[in-house]
């Protein structure tokens, strides 16, 4: 079955890059996201790939995608304080026609300052 | 303020009992999802329903069961509750059936917790 499999944490520098990585299943997977919780919060979509781009850029935050290997990863650039919290990757699946997203298991950052 | 309602925050409950846990979903969004988050299972996807119909179904137990309401607010039941039951439910939304290019939007959830 479908499944996305993340490191449980991660623990940086403030200043320094943070890069959580993440496996994914699903290889018609048309759509991958990542998603940031903090303590007491839902999830708050950070940013999406689709499966054709290998490489995309927000800001702070480049998300790079292996489709051949399946393989996802968010980094983030000047790490922060404010970036501690938990970083769920996601997968659509059934090329993107079904609703339901599958999450990893969230990969906890604590930034040190 | 993510757009999606829920409610209540918190629950506090004992076995055997039913409770009614509610979600609106951001103006527009017509796809309601649920999912159930605990410390040993990650996010778990229970049930989505598009405008009124249920869409696609996950691990939800029978005990379970949800609706979504002509205003597309939607309801999730749990009867019968058992201890491991408890957890953090949580409603997203989207536009359309599927999330693509928007994803979901969460609500802030409702910590369920069953004694």
């Known amino acids: 079955g479908e499944d996305v499999e993340q490191s449980l944490f991660l623990s940086v520098r403030e200043g320094d890059s943070s890069v959580i990585n993440c496996t994914y299943t699903d290889s018609s997977s048309t759509y991958l996201y990542w998603y940031k919780q903090e303590p007491g919060a839902g999830l708050q979509l950070l940013t999406y790939?689709?499966?054709?781009?290998d490489m995309k850029q927000d800001q702070r935050l480049t998300v790079l995608l292996n489709k051949k290997d399946k393989h996802l990863s968010l980094r983030i650039a000047d790490t922060q304080t404010g970036d501690s919290a938990i970083y769920f990757c996601a997968e659509s699946i059934n090329g993107g026609s079904q609703g339901n997203l599958i999450f990893g298991k969230g990969t906890k950052l604590s930034v040190k300052p | 303020d993510s757009g999606v309602t829920q409610t209540p925050k918190h629950l506090i409950t004992a076995t055997g009992q039913r409770v009614t846990l509610r979600c609106s979903p951001r103006?527009?969004?017509?796809?309601v999802y649920w999912y159930q988050q605990s410390l040993d299972q990650g996010l778990q996807f229970l049930i989505q329903y598009y405008n009124g119909e249920e869409r696609a179904k996950g691990n939800i137990l029978e005990r379970f069961s949800a609706q979504q309401f002509p205003d597309l607010h939607s309801e999730l039941n749990l009867s019968s509750l058992e201890l491991g039951d408890s957890a953090l439910y949580f409603c997203?939304?989207?536009?359309?059936?599927?999330?693509?290019?928007?994803?979901?939007?969460f609500g802030s959830g409702t910590r369920l917790t069953v004694v």
């Open positions: 790939i689709f499966s054709n781009m």
């Open positions: 103006s527009g969004d017509l796809s």
């Open positions: 997203a939304s989207s536009p359309r059936q599927a999330p693509r290019n928007y994803g979901y939007t």
